[in-house]
């Protein structure tokens, strides 16, 4: 059978039709990894397979998976439960900074999960041919610090954090952890495990891990591994193994660049002695914060090799590429750190807020009758650059308010991904307005609530198409979709 791919074709469909695999991505030792559409909703999505490569084979006919040999079947089903075991328990988890799955099932004598579509790179990426900047690899850390705080608070081990485990989302910046394979569930009074499967990465795993120790662990031994990862952006190594740190292998300085606040927390986290550490993830958060006030521009932009990140996938998933398949919904306006991305055009009039006027890019603009009292402290700007909550860089037009944030009933702000005209309040983009993609693939008309889509009709400008309802995190929640014709296609109800 070495003839058959070890993976599926593109264009096959799993669950009678539900999903088509448009692309393979990659393969590990224990799965396949896929870029997938929800062939209803023509969304994006990501599909992990499970395949142990050394002991599977796959039928050319059926795509149906076997185990080589029948001594070797018990073991391939613990994994494979093991595997079930990682989708469910990322099912529980709802946190903009972990990778969420949407379904799972067996199929194919083997089993699938069903993730978000994550469009970037990881960690390890970013700093394979030079050390980030200190502050930058702040940002990311502190960021998979919350989602990692998140994991903890549910009784949950992660036990394989490193670079490679962590995919920055392009263009948000957004951190997202993934490959929860080595998941554990623990009991937070006396840290014992329920599971006894575990693998680990070397420098990034702690003494207790690499000794076997599978009974017994804390979230000191996932602080370990985010003092690691930390080092291996700083230093763009990755530390010494746990082992070789016991028998006397010294861990290398960083540069001297590195503040002494950030150096002492780092230190810290990799303490072979893991009752050394800190003990809980919001120590270490407390650490680093008092690094990042050490920094001299707190305003910190997401840094992208761009050329790269348009050629090259992650570990898990890549932007769409050239194959000409339809344009999808796409994942990048469905968590909330992203959509404060979009960018609105008004398509009727909309009274103004007090004291507000508008400013339209292009040079066009509209007044309102407003008093002196309410015009002070506001004024217009023309292309300003902000950047907001998540990091991300837009140019805006319009009025600001006394506090200088982006205040106009009638505001643009222009982004890498697209462009927003409508309601800015506060800063933020609640209101009415139109966002619409740059490379004009979705088209979103109505209200957004805090930069998220509220209310409206969602575009599928390929072939015309819509979606027309509320919205729940920017995905369709509740209404119908239509083809061009208005002819109806589905209903979708909570």
């Avoid at 954090?161 to 263009?171: H, S, Y």
């Avoid at 599971?195 to 420098?203: A, D, E, S």
């Avoid at 003990?279 to 920094?295: C, G, P």
């Avoid at 983009?429 to 609530?449: H, I, L, P």
């Amino acid at each position: 059978m070495s003839n058959i791919p070890n993976h599926l074709a593109c264009g096959s469909l799993l669950q009678g039709g539900k999903y088509r695999i448009v692309r393979f991505i990659a393969a590990g030792g224990f799965g396949c990894t896929y870029e997938a559409e929800h062939v209803m909703l023509r969304k994006r999505m990501a599909i992990k397979e499970f395949f142990m490569q050394d002991y599977c084979n796959r039928e050319a006919d059926t795509c149906h998976v076997t185990v080589g040999t029948q001594s070797m079947l018990e073991m391939v089903n613990k994994y494979k439960r093991k595997f079930i075991d990682e989708a469910r328990a990322l099912s529980e988890l709802h946190h903009d900074g972990i990778v969420s799955v949407s379904d799972v099932f067996e199929e194919n004598g083997t089993a699938y999960f069903v993730m978000e579509y994550v469009s970037g790179h990881t960690l390890g990426d970013l700093c394979k041919s030079e050390p980030l900047p200190e502050k930058h690899a702040l940002f990311y850390i502190r960021q998979v610090c919350e989602a990692l705080t998140y994991v903890h608070d549910n009784g949950r081990l992660h036990l394989d954090i490193k670079p490679g485990n962590v995919i920055i989302e392009q263009p948000s910046g957004r951190a997202v952890l993934i490959d929860f394979g080595a998941s554990k569930q623990y009991d937070a009074e006396s840290g014992e495990n329920t599971t006894t499967l575990l693998g680990y990465t070397p420098g990034f795993a702690p003494p207790e891990q690499m000794g076997g120790n599978l009974r017994f662990f804390s979230p000191a031994t996932d602080i370990y591994a985010l003092g690691a990862t930390l080092y291996k952006l700083l230093t763009g190594q990755a530390p010494p193994t746990a082992t070789e740190r016991i028998s006397g292998v010294p861990l290398a300085d960083l540069p001297s660049g590195v503040s002494s606040v950030t150096r002492s927390a780092v230190f810290r986290a990799l303490q072979p002695d893991k009752s050394k550490r800190p003990q809980t993830v919001r120590e270490l958060i407390a650490l680093l914060d008092n690094a990042v006030r050490k920094q001299k521009d707190d305003k910190v932009k997401p840094i992208f090799k761009v050329e790269e990140l348009s050629d090259k996938p992650a570990d898990i998933n890549k932007p769409a590429g050239e194959n000409g398949r339809p344009q999808k919904m796409r994942k990048i306006m469905t968590m909330a750190g992203v959509a404060v991305l979009v960018a609105l055009v008004v398509v009727f009039t909309i009274r103004l807020l007090p004291g507000g006027a508008s400013h339209q890019g292009g040079g066009s603009a509209s007044t309102a009758s407003v008093t002196e009292e309410d015009m002070e402290g506001r004024r217009q700007v023309d292309g300003e650059h902000f950047t907001d909550e998540k990091g991300i860089d837009y140019a805006y037009t319009g009025w600001v308010n006394e506090e200088g944030r982006p205040d106009d009933e009638h505001g643009t702000a222009v982004d890498a991904t697209g462009t927003y005209k409508g309601a800015f309040r506060d800063g933020k983009r609640t209101g009415q307005g139109v966002y619409e993609t740059k490379d004009g693939s979705n088209r979103f008309e109505g209200t957004f609530e805090e930069g998220l889509y509220k209310k409206g009709r969602l575009y599928f400008n390929r072939d015309g198409s819509y979606f027309e309802g509320t919205f729940q995190n920017n995905e369709p929640y509740e209404g119908d979709f239509y083809d061009k014709n208005r002819n109806n296609l589905s209903t979708m109800r909570p």
